[in-house]
Nanobody, 118 residues
Framework: VQLQAFGGGLVQAGGYLRLSCAAS????????MGWYRQAPGKQRELVAG???????NYADSMKGRFTISRDNAKNTVYLQMNTLRPEDTAVYYC?????????????WGQGTQVTVSS
């Protein structure tokens, strides 16, 4: 499974960005897809995830500002980020969880930089 992320960039505080991540390759049985982020000097943290059936989960600080969605036909996950804050500056990584015969395999995209200026 290969993941290709798009949509990062530089935006002013209060602005918005939309990230997308497309999966390709052996993409059968992909369950959860989503996003993590990692800011300089900090650990990678969950942003949001979405299952193949559409169930979502968010980190508390993203609730109400970020929306994750998924197009199963295109094997693509999206992250709409509104009301961005300087503390949202990070490299955003998409991920996918593939379940094969009860075993789980995690895949990661290359990361896309999001920079929010104050």
């Amino acid at each position: 499974v290969q993941l290709q992320a798009f949509g990062g960039g530089l935006v002013q505080a209060g602005g918005y960005l939309r990230l997308s991540c497309a999966a390709s390759g052996s993409i059968f049985s992909i369950n959860t897809m989503g996003w993590y982020r990692q800011a300089p000097g900090k650990q990678r943290e969950l942003v949001a995830g979405i299952t193949s059936s559409g169930s979502t989960n968010y980190a508390d600080s993203m609730k109400g500002r970020f929306t994750i969605s998924r197009d199963n036909a295109k094997n693509t996950v999206y992250l709409q980020m509104n009301t961005l804050r300087p503390e949202d500056t990070a490299v955003y990584y998409c991920y996918a969880d593939q379940e094969i015969a009860t075993r789980h395999y995690d895949y990661w995209g290359q990361g896309t930089q999001v920079t929010v200026s104050s």
